[in-house]
């Protein structure tokens, strides 16, 4: 049962995304065969259709951030019937050997896991395509319940945004009475918002837009501190104890040190490559503060997030497009002209 699939693909660096005719693999007898109804559109995918991080390999159909209804199920497949609401995100397989896999983070599987598109998968050595697409298959282990109730098309962004934010949020132990700030308010920062303050935390927005206050507050910050104001900064020295970094280009973090406590941890989750400026180290030898970085999260970990959002009635602020408006999407994401999250509704294709 080979599955002929239309779905959007980038052909090289420079072109932009296009119909595209492709193959499914044979279901395998634990895989979830999923009608795509909604995906989101992430900074990543704009980065990958782009080769920005080179490494880009062409066909591509990007999309992991991907909410569909399932219409079939292998004969091993215990978790997943037909009809029921199913999510996919960054990750569709990895070793499920290492000590990360064994310890429930697959995303740092020591053999690297195997990503939703621009992938190997491991079985048949072919190229994985993601969610900008009539339909997809993965391993019932790598496909996550969407919670009863849960507005399906805002759901699509907690599978890379959400757990990009909660997964830091529970590693360091946020909970009541945690100081959080949040630098950058975009797909990630408005999630780290909502997340935070569902966790019982105080949070603050660090942003360099006075006309953004307004929107953190709704989105659950209690205060906003503009990171380009020297007193304004001042005035938070050594109140965080965990800052959450979504802006996801280079930047100073300098500034930023020393609002951290004795212990505090500020933790890159949209950034990738070189710091320039330089860090300095002092306020980390003199304050025990720590620079980290945090990678998506575990299957397990994100079920436990879209449980979570499920019981408190979060999901992302969504723009819902069609898939024939993606290449106009991307340009308006480079100028920041969306709040907060572009959302493919997948009827379109039929279009």
Same mark, same amino acid.
């Given at each position: 049962?080979?599955? $002929? %699939?239309?779905?959007?693909?980038?052909?090289?660096?420079? @072109? =932009? !995304?296009?119909?595209?005719?492709? *193959?499914?693999?044979? #279901?395998?007898?634990?895989?979830?065969?999923?009608?795509?109804?909604?995906?989101?559109?992430?900074?990543?995918?704009?980065?990958?259709?782009?080769?920005?991080?080179?490494?880009?390999?062409?066909?591509?159909?990007?999309?992991?951030?991907?909410?569909?209804?399932?219409?079939?199920?292998?004969?091993?497949?215990?978790?997943?019937?037909?009809?029921?609401?199913?999510?996919?995100?960054?990750?569709?397989?990895?070793?499920?050997?290492?000590?990360?896999?064994?310890?429930?983070?697959?995303?740092?599987?020591?053999?690297?896991?195997?990503?939703?598109?621009?992938?190997?998968?491991?079985?048949?050595?072919?190229?994985?395509?993601?969610?900008?697409?009539?339909?997809?298959?993965?391993?019932?282990?790598?496909?996550? $319940? %969407?919670?009863?109730?849960?507005?399906?098309?805002?759901? @699509? =962004? !907690?599978?890379?945004?959400?757990? *990009?934010?909660?997964? #830091?949020?529970?590693?360091?132990?946020?909970?009541?009475?945690?100081?959080?700030?949040?630098?950058?308010?975009?797909?990630?920062?408005?999630?780290?918002?909502?997340?935070?303050?569902?966790?019982?935390?105080?949070?603050?927005?660090?942003?360099?837009?006075?006309?953004?206050?307004?929107?953190?507050?709704?989105?659950?910050?209690?205060?906003?501190?503009?990171?380009?104001?020297?007193?304004?900064?001042?005035?938070?020295?050594?109140?965080?104890?965990?800052?959450?970094?979504?802006?996801?280009?280079?930047?100073?973090?300098?500034?930023?040190?020393?609002?951290?406590?004795?212990?505090?941890?500020?933790?890159?989750?949209?950034?990738?490559?070189?710091?320039?400026?330089?860090?300095?180290?002092?306020?980390?030898?003199?304050?025990?503060?720590?620079?980290?970085?945090?990678?998506?999260?575990?299957?397990?970990?994100?079920?436990?997030?879209?449980?979570?959002?499920?019981?408190?009635?979060?999901?992302?602020?969504?723009?819902?497009?069609?898939?024939?408006?993606?290449?106009?999407?991307?340009?308006?994401?480079?100028?920041?002209?969306?709040?907060?999250?572009?959302?493919?509704?997948?009827?379109?294709?039929?279009?």
């Amino acid at each position: 049962m080979t599955i $002929k %699939v239309l779905g959007y693909a980038a052909q090289s660096a420079e @072109a =932009p !995304l296009a119909p595209f005719e492709f *193959t499914r693999r044979d #279901p395998r007898p634990d895989d979830v065969v999923m009608e795509v109804l909604y995906c989101g559109v992430c900074h990543s995918d704009l980065h990958q259709a782009r080769s920005d991080w080179s490494g880009s390999v062409y066909p591509m159909v990007p999309g992991h951030e991907v909410i569909g209804r399932v219409t079939a199920v292998g004969k091993d497949v215990t978790k997943f019937k037909p009809g029921d609401f199913a999510g996919i995100g960054c990750m569709v397989d990895s070793c499920r050997e290492c000590q990360p896999c064994q310890h429930d983070l697959e995303q740092y599987c020591e053999q690297g896991s195997v990503l939703t598109y621009n992938g190997i998968d491991r079985h048949d050595h072919r190229p994985t395509y993601g969610g900008y697409s009539q339909s997809i298959v993965a391993s019932q282990d790598f496909v996550l $319940k %969407v919670p009863n109730g849960m507005d399906l098309k805002s759901a @699509a =962004p !907690l599978l890379c945004a959400g757990i *990009t934010t909660w997964s #830091p949020l529970r590693h360091w132990n946020v909970g009541q009475g945690s100081k959080v700030a949040v630098v950058g308010l975009g797909g990630l920062g408005h999630m780290a918002l909502k997340l935070a303050n569902a966790l019982g935390a105080e949070v603050t927005l660090f942003t360099r837009s006075a006309d953004k206050e307004a929107d953190a507050r709704r989105l659950g910050a209690h205060h906003i501190v503009f990171s380009t104001d020297e007193a304004q900064m001042s005035t938070v020295k050594g109140q965080f104890d965990l800052i959450i970094d979504t802006v996801p280009y280079v930047h100073d973090i300098n500034s930023y040190m020393p609002t951290l406590n004795l212990d505090g941890t500020l933790v890159f989750v949209g950034y990738l490559g070189d710091l320039t400026p330089m860090l300095n180290t002092i306020p980390l030898i003199l304050g025990r503060r720590s620079v980290a970085g945090s990678c998506i999260g575990g299957i397990a970990e994100t079920q436990d997030m879209l449980d979570f959002c499920g019981q408190h009635n979060i999901t992302a602020d969504v723009e819902l497009i069609n898939m024939q408006e993606i290449n106009q999407a991307y340009e308006r994401m480079l100028n920041s002209d969306v709040k907060y999250r572009f959302v493919i509704d997948m009827a379109s294709l039929k279009a």
